[in-house]
């Protein structure tokens, strides 16, 4: 093994191919700075780093940055000394939208909780449900019965959730003080501009340790006022007055140090965790797995694949609708999404805009907004269906045209490296509309956003369904790189899924791959989620450009070479998968536009949280100890 120093000289080097010289072979493109010769990078849904590792305990000798840590709760989840850190504001707009409009006065409580579409019943009623169904194929065994047990009992609306107190604090709560782990939740507001304003951005509330000023401290405030709605109609005449009460659903979490996620707990503790790794983009799914395969954001483009404007009903306007605190006129999967985020004058833009200008460093290439581009910034269905033929347009289709923007598997294909997305469902998705059906996520495949690989059936072929991942992992065909996204029922979204079902999802995966010695000794799993899902989250956010950083999410990287490594602080985000990919197998970076061209984080000697050289992404090499002998390995 090389040492330490002689690895992170490699990693900078700069391949033949981006300096214009040839190709690199098959054979060059299997040598790699590192001994990991196959990564996968599995994707759960909608859970900030404190919602699931808000009680942790490290082992002996680590720190980690959670609620606990700060002592905004107790080791029981009860509110703790610090647990003001934690409170929320009201808010008032002027009429205009704010990333950080005018506080007014804290909540006193939270008030009660709404059921806020977690099902009354169980996707499944049976066992024998579960084995016709395509879920069964991304579970081991013994965990079939999680999906037939958990219903609220509860109408499937946004009423009072009865299973929590008519009062909640002001502040993070406990969510299996009130019922069991088992059982499904509730689903926060986490689009686009709400996010920003849930972590309320300020650079005059700027410190040494929070150069940024974001605050996260109106979670509560968006959620009771935005809620569920965002397809552009109407208000309802209560929308977030006294009796909504859908404003403490985004501050629950998880208590490990209880007997939560165990399963996560104990990789946590046996492998790698990071407590220092965001969100790519503010807002939700889509954008966030579109971020992670172009590093950047997907414009609107024409034909020629240029920017080019979209339909007036699909241009994001967060202006609040009058008579409302923070209903957008134009915002959702069915009303606005797309942004001309280089000019101030379009609604929401300057104020993101002059946020960013006033920060303590530069933001990323002007934002990352190329002049007269539109960028998707909530969920709209991709420009194709899975079998290449393109997705119908118009204003009231909300897909996003066909894209030729620069891409990881691209990249990869330039290099010769193998690559494969594993989409549950695939084989069995519905090509007769927007969404695609039994569970398949068209929004979290982002080439099948790309003209480059829908339209080329070679290229299509590295879209598969999870059945397709055992059998490569069985038969030694597993490519270089890959992305493994649950389907719907599997992937731990809030109120759709469970996080239980995710961890058995992951199980599954780690115990195949650790199952064949030769394949788990080059191997290394990385196991985070897309977004935090509108779930409150204290960490350290550093915003990059006009679409992101969003909030904290977990990342566990499983690998021989990351055993042992404990808790890691250095800043990441999604597009950091990236950069490790790209250092790893020395493929350069995807575009100029990229995130991928950010530097490695520099620290401070007393806070490894903050990037002293901002913007900064770290490459994921700091998940691991390739050092001759470490941990008892050869």
Not at 5 to 29: K, M, N, Q, R, W
Not at 71 to 82: E, F, Q
Not at 584 to 609: F, Q, V
Request: aromatic share 12%; proline share 9%; glycine share 10%.
């Amino acid at each position: 093994m090389r040492p330490v120093t002689v690895l992170v000289a490699c990693i900078f080097s700069v391949p033949l191919a981006a300096l214009g010289g040839p190709a690199p072979t098959d054979a060059e493109a299997l040598r790699t700075v590192t001994p990991i010769k196959h990564v996968i990078l599995v994707i759960g849904e909608n859970r900030s780093f404190d919602n699931m590792f808000g009680t942790w305990l490290p082992p002996q000798g680590q720190q980690v940055w959670n609620l606990l840590s700060r002592g905004i709760v107790n080791p029981d989840g009860s509110p703790g000394p610090h647990f003001p850190l934690a409170a929320q504001w009201q808010a008032e707009e002027d009429g205009s939208y704010s990333i950080h409009p005018r506080r007014s006065k804290f909540y006193e409580d939270d008030g009660a909780i709404t059921v806020s579409g977690a099902p009354g019943k169980p996707h499944f009623q049976n066992i024998s449900q579960v084995y016709a169904a395509e879920p069964a194929a991304g579970l081991p065994p013994d965990a079939y019965a999680l999906l037939t047990e958990g219903g609220t009992g509860l109408p499937k609306a946004d009423r009072i959730d009865t299973r929590f107190p008519d009062t909640l604090p002001d502040g993070p709560y406990q969510i299996t003080r009130y019922h069991y782990y088992h059982a499904f939740d509730g689903s926060p507001v986490h689009r686009f501009f709400q996010m920003w304003q849930e972590l309320d951005c300020d650079s005059a509330a700027g410190s040494k340790h929070n150069p940024s000023g974001c605050r996260g401290d109106l979670f509560t405030w968006v959620e009771a006022n935005a809620g569920r709605g965002g397809d552009g109609k109407p208000m309802p005449a209560d929308y977030g007055q006294p009796g909504r009460h859908e404003g403490a659903v985004a501050l629950g979490f998880y208590a490990m140090n209880r007997g939560d996620a165990p399963y996560f707990d104990a990789l946590a503790r046996e492998y790698a965790l990071s407590d220092n790794f965001h969100q790519a983009v503010m807002g939700g799914t889509g954008a966030n797995h579109i971020a992670l395969g172009y590093g950047t954001a997907l414009y609107y483009a024409g034909t020629d694949g240029r920017p080019a404007v979209p339909p007036a009903n699909q241009i994001e306007d967060p202006d609040p609708q009058p008579g409302t605190a923070d209903y957008y006129k134009q915002d959702g999967y069915h009303g606005g999404s797309f942004v001309a985020c280089a000019d101030p004058k379009q609604p929401g833009v300057k104020s993101v805009r002059d946020y960013l200008a006033a920060l303590p460093y530069k933001a990323f290439k002007d934002g990352g907004c190329q002049p007269h581009a539109y960028y998707l910034v909530n969920n709209y269905a991709p420009g194709y269906f899975g079998d290449g033929r393109p997705a119908p347009l118009g204003k009231d289709r909300f897909t996003v045209p066909p894209s030729r923007q620069p891409n990881l598997a691209l990249l990869l294909d330039k290099n010769h490296v193998s690559w494969r997305y594993y989409g549950e469902g695939w084989d069995k998705r519905v090509e007769d509309g927007e969404a695609e059906g039994d569970g398949y996520c068209n929004i979290c495949n982002p080439f099948q956003y790309s003209t480059q690989v829908m339209t080329d059936p070679k290229e299509r072929q590295n879209l598969k369904d999870i059945q397709d991942l055992y059998a490569d992992i069985k038969a030694g065909t597993l490519p270089a790189v890959s992305i493994l996204k649950p389907d719907g029922f599997l992937d731990g979204h809030p109120a759709t899924s469970k996080l239980e079902l995710f961890e058995a999802f992951c199980r599954k995966l780690v115990t195949a791959v650790q199952a064949d010695p030769a394949l788990w000794q080059d191997t290394a799993i990385m196991i985070t989620m897309d977004e935090g899902g509108g779930y409150y989250d204290s960490g350290y956010v550093q915003p990059v450009d006009f679409f992101g950083d969003g909030t904290r999410v977990p990342l566990i990287v499983v690998s021989p070479y990351s055993k042992g490594v404990g808790v890691v602080h250095a800043y990441g985000d999604h597009i950091s998968f990236d950069k490790f990919v790209e250092a790893n197998w020395k493929l350069g970076t995807i575009s100029e536009w990229s995130r991928d061209r950010l530097p490695n984080p520099k620290t401070a000697a007393d806070d490894p949280y903050v990037p002293t050289n901002s913007p900064a992404l770290d490459d994921l090499m700091s998940m691991f100890d390739f050092r001759a002998g470490a941990h008892g390995r050869p």
